[in-house]
């Protein structure tokens, strides 16, 4: 599953970058560098931003290519922020052959995004995952801590609603 680059402006903070620039620093001569400081990069800034890829890249001295390469193939980097309200589909094999592709339209279609996306006012993100472990319970989807099993589309709606705050 191809990562989605965020369409939501980048709003770093000078502290932020204070901060990044800190950690390329203690980083800059050790081999394989990239790797921990992407880790310590999302940790600031909870995703990896082209701007912050950027920076990491020029810090280290490393191609760009290199630092989106390392981005995009390990899964626990993000491209895109983290809403209020992260929601994960499982699109494992249990959960898809008993509709979490169509739980996934539902909840594209009630959020305006697509799977990797971040709503404009932050507050819901949509991730599609390979497997949340609760194949018992397919077709899953999680917010935040909250696990909802057994699901149809039509139940999204009401689900979301307890979300509106």
């Not at 001295?61 to 499982?90: D, H, M, W």
């Not at 319970?137 to 509106?164: C, F, H, Q, S, W």
Request: some cysteine; glycine content about 8%.
């Amino acid at each position: 599953m191809q990562k989605k680059i965020s369409s939501i402006p980048f709003a770093g903070t000078p502290e932020q970058e204070a901060e990044l620039k800190a950690v390329i620093a203690k980083h800059i001569d050790d081999p394989g560098a990239v790797m921990p400081v992407l880790q310590e990069a999302q940790e600031i800034y909870g995703y990896l931003p082209i701007e912050v890829q950027t920076m990491v890249a020029e810090g280290l001295n490393v191609p760009l290519e290199e630092v989106y390469g390392v981005s995009t193939f390990y899964s626990q980097f993000a491209l895109s922020p983290k809403g209020k309200y992260n929601i994960s589909v499982c699109m494992g094999t249990a959960c898809y052959v008993k509709g979490s592709g169509e739980v996934l339209d539902k909840l594209s279609e009630c959020l305006g995004i697509e799977a990797e996306e971040c709503t404009l006012d932050g507050k819901f993100s949509l991730t599609a995952c390979r497997c949340i472990g609760a194949c018992g319970l397919a077709p899953v989807i999680t917010i935040n801590d909250d696990v909802y099993g057994r699901l149809t589309a039509d139940m999204i709606p009401e689900i979301l609603e307890k979300y509106k705050d």
